[in-house]
DNA sequence: CCCACGAAGTAACGGCAGTT
DNA sequence: AACTGCCGTTACTTCGTGGG
């Protein structure tokens, strides 16, 4: 029976500055010859005891806590550079000897000799901050670091691993401690990336209740790590302390079920696509990367609603007969019945605090657009000990949280979108009322949680970006609009089913990095 | 012109659970 | 047993708007 590593991908401050390029970006690519190296997080290798252990490293994204998207599998580890290996040769060991003067036989022994050597200094100089401590004991273990380095890079000369004709060390030539860096971790025989987006759910999410969506798979009773890129099935420890012999046991249970529930993923074919598509860096690509820019992405306004809302509302105000276009193709369409518009159209921005506001002789139209943030509100929790003696009941539809058998806490989402929809309620006139919402692709708000939102019709970035891509084709008057042209393309982001924003800029540094060589 | 308020942005902080 | 850094929560900041 082996072992599945689950690996987070694109995540950690180290990506935030402009210069660093995840290393896990090759994952994605295969080099020059056809073949797929994996470099899993954080640093590029293993623990000692998990090499010939693993079958599959499944890699994935975080959504949110409870929720990882698996991107891709690669099993067969054909070839790898095992650390505590390089480190047991006779001239490493010799070098290590010299430096540290005590015999290293494992990778992870290098703190430990740092605290025996600097035992006596730092119980004589209590004053030493702990800061500077951990820096000598980083560098401690850069040593270690510097020699698998040097292994990596003679094995990536002797072997040709190039990405666009480039060695994978020069490439990432910027980035911070480069010259101590591991570049890979394993080649991989097969690798296959997911038809559509597969998803693992753990323990804390609200999609348990209904979680017969496609492709999500409910890990009940196992916890994904809050800070660890890593998570290995089956799980290596449980920590027996605190827990009853039952609730120990139901655990190791529930771990088993999801070691097999991973291994179903696996090994259902339907899932992954028959071909390994991971691209080759060609000059296909890289023109692709150049062109992808757009304003908003320039001056890093792509996640701002405001924008959007203000972009949308400048079109639609603007361009004559696009929101009658829209009302057909779009909002009737969601709305399922036919919204007929008559008079002259009024585009309100923020009227009342309602982010898109269309009125006009016989509808009002209002859609609240939401990108990143989530639907504004206060929760109110009630707690109840025994909803009978209290004499309250829960509400259908209303999230119950059942902590014990007799306490019950009711969570209440008196939300924005009640207020709005009342204001316009409230109006007295003959007009038709429409609500929506409008939110990216990827950010699948459950209407059906807050007060009121069942009044709301969902909106898909996807929709609107399909109707602007639809009428820039077909409109040669719009082509002329670069601000059109550029905004289309900002919203592209949003109509996707992930939120690939360090994905995608992973392979545009990447490609960058390798242009620049 | 001042002030209150809503909403988005941001900084700080504690919890978490695997890793060394 | 200490460490790590993401994540959710909370409190605070900033900005714009609209009422008085």
């Given amino acids: 029976m082996g072992k599945i590593l689950l690996n987070v991908m694109y995540a950690g401050d180290y990506l935030k500055e402009e210069n660093n390029v995840g290393h896990e970006v090759i994952n994605m690519f295969k080099t020059d010859s056809g073949e797929n ?42 070839y790898a550079l095992k650390p505590d290996d390089i480190l047991n040769k006779k001239e490493n060991q010799e070098i290590l000897n010299k430096i540290l003067k005590k015999e290293i036989h494992k990778f992870s022994f290098c703190n430990q000799v740092f605290d025996e050597e600097n035992k006596t200094i730092f119980e004589e100089n209590k004053e030493i901050a702990n800061e500077e401590k951990q ?145 080759k860096i060609d000059d296909k690509l890289k023109e692709v990367n150049r062109e992808n820019k757009n304003f908003l992405q320039i001056i890093k306004k792509e996640e701002d609603e405001l924008v959007f809302s203000n972009l949308l509302a400048h079109f639609f105000a603007n361009k004559k007969g696009l929101f009658n276009e829209f009302v057909k193709e779009v909002l009737s369409k969601k709305a399922k019945k036919a919204i007929l518009l008559k008079g002259e159209l009024n585009v309100f921005r923020e009227k009342e605090n309602i982010d898109l506001w269309f009125e006009d002789d016989d509808n009002i139209i209002i859609i609240e657009n939401k990108i990143k943030s989530k639907i504004n509100g ?83 970035y996807e929709d609107v970006y399909n109707f602007f891509k639809n009428q820039l084709q077909d409109q040669v008057e719009y082509q002329k609009d670069l601000y059109m042209v550029d905004f289309t393309k900002a919203m592209k982001k949003h109509a996707s089913p992930y939120n690939h924003d360090m994905y995608e800029e992973m392979e545009r540094r990447f490609v960058k990095c390798i242009e620049q060589v």
């Fill in 378 to 460: 206060r929760i109110e929790k009630e707690m109840f000990i025994n909803d009978k003696e209290y004499g309250q009941t829960i509400e259908e539809g209303k999230n119950e949280i059942k902590k014990s058998d007799n306490e019950i806490f009711n969570e209440r989402l008196n939300s924005q979108l009640k207020k709005y929809f009342n204001i316009v309620d409230n109006i007295k006139c003959r007009k038709a009322k429409n609500f929506f919402l409008l939110t990216p692709n990827y950010n699948d708000i459950e209407l059906v949680k807050y007060d009121e939102g069942n009044s709301y019709i969902k909106l898909y």
């Fill in 37 to 78: 190296y994996i470099y899993v997080n954080p640093y590029g290798f293993l623990a000692d005891e998990h090499y010939g252990q693993i079958d599959t490293v499944l890699l994935t994204r975080r959504i949110n806590a409870n929720k990882w998207e698996i991107l891709a599998k690669a099993t067969d580890w054909e």
């Fill in 135 to 279: 820096k000598k004991k980083l560098r401690y273990r850069a040593m270690a670091h510097k020699l698998i380095h040097d292994e990596q890079v003679k094995e990536i000369e002797s072997k040709g691993i190039t990405y666009g004709g480039k060695y994978i060390y020069e490439i990432l030539n910027k980035n911070q401690n480069n010259n101590y860096a591991t570049y890979f971790t394993f080649k991989a025989k097969t690798f296959r990336e997911s038809k559509e987006p597969i998803y693992i759910l753990a323990d804390g999410t609200i999609e348990e209740k209904n979680s017969n969506k496609r492709n999500e798979y409910f890990l009940s009773g196992v916890n994904l790590p809050k800070q660890s890129f890593k998570i290995y099935f089956p799980i290596n420890t449980i920590k027996k302390k605190d827990e009853q012999e039952e609730e120990y046991t139901n655990r190791k249970k529930a771990q088993k079920k999801a070691y097999e529930k991973l291994q179903e993923i696996i090994n259902n074919e339907n899932l992954w696509k028959e071909e390994n598509t991971s691209k």
